[in-house]
T-cell receptor, first 113, second 111 residues
Framework: DVKVTQSSRYLVKRTGEKVFLECVQD?????MFWYRQDPGLGLRLIYF???????EKGDIPEGYSVSREKKERFSLILESASTNQTSMYLC????????????FGPGTRLTVT | GNSVTQMEGPVTLSEEAFLTINCTYT??????LFWYVQYPGEGLQLLLK?????DKGSNKGFEATYRKETTSFHLEKGSVQVSDSAVYFC??????????FGTGTSLTVIP
């Protein structure tokens, strides 16, 4: 079974803190993704990565950065957290060879106070 | 632009009732269409998909048919169970990297 794990299920941070959200997948997938999920807005893509050290902006990259130093790990960084970044963050991965299915982690619910 | 519109919830049904969740899309060309399901406390899981017009995706008793004439991909199940309580997302994609998700429809099934 494909497994995508995220470092925390719940996280509470203060405004202005630097926040790291970690995601690890164990199936040697090439592509990895970070989304945020908000009520009434569905899922919105923040960044994705198609290879180590490669990244592409998604629909809402402002206020975020990412790091992919190893194939299995994709980190989302909030350089200076703000209250409007309170959300559920979902990581996903996908192998290049299949027909589009993305495999999701359980999510991290981040609260910025 | 590209977008997915799905019926607003929440939807509450009694066990064994018939379920329909409407989904329509706006896109150029013919993308692949998906339904994902999110159970409480979990990430999204692919429920079913269809990659071309008139294809029917099916899984766990759920079905959806890719209708290009009506640009729709409605999700149906003949007899829902309590265990089907979840949030359902309709989505489209061409490449598998850029997905366009609907806003989600919450379903609660009561015994």
């Amino acid at each position: 079974d494909v497994k995508v794990t995220q470092s925390s299920r719940y996280l509470v941070k203060r405004t202005g803190e630097k926040v790291f959200l970690e995601c690890v997948q164990d199936m040697d997938h090439e592509n990895m993704f970070w989304y945020r999920q908000d009520p009434g807005l569905g899922l919105r893509l923040i960044y994705f990565s198609y290879d180590v050290k490669m990244k592409e902006k998604g629909d809402i990259p402002e206020g975020y950065s990412v790091s992919r130093e190893k194939k299995e790990r994709f980190s989302l960084i909030l350089e200076s957290a703000s209250t409007n970044q309170t959300s559920m963050y979902l990581c996903a991965s996908r192998p290049l060879r299949t027909s589009y299915e993305q495999y999701f982690g359980p999510g991290t619910r981040l609260t910025v106070t | 632009g590209n977008s997915v519109t799905q019926m607003e919830g929440p939807v509450t049904l009694s066990e064994e009732a018939f379920l329909t969740i409407n989904c329509t899309y706006t896109a150029t060309g013919y993308p692949s269409l998906f339904w994902y399901v999110q159970y409480p406390g979990e990430g999204l899981q692919l429920l079913l998909k269809a990659t071309k017009a008139d294809d029917k995706g099916s899984n766990k008793g759920f079905e959806a048919t890719y209708r290009k004439e009506t640009t729709s991909f409605h999700l149906e199940k003949g007899s829902v169970q309590v265990s089907d309580s979840a949030v359902y997302f309709c989505a489209l994609s061409w490449t598998g990297n850029q997905f366009y998700f609907g806003t989600g429809t919450s379903l609660t099934v009561i015994p």
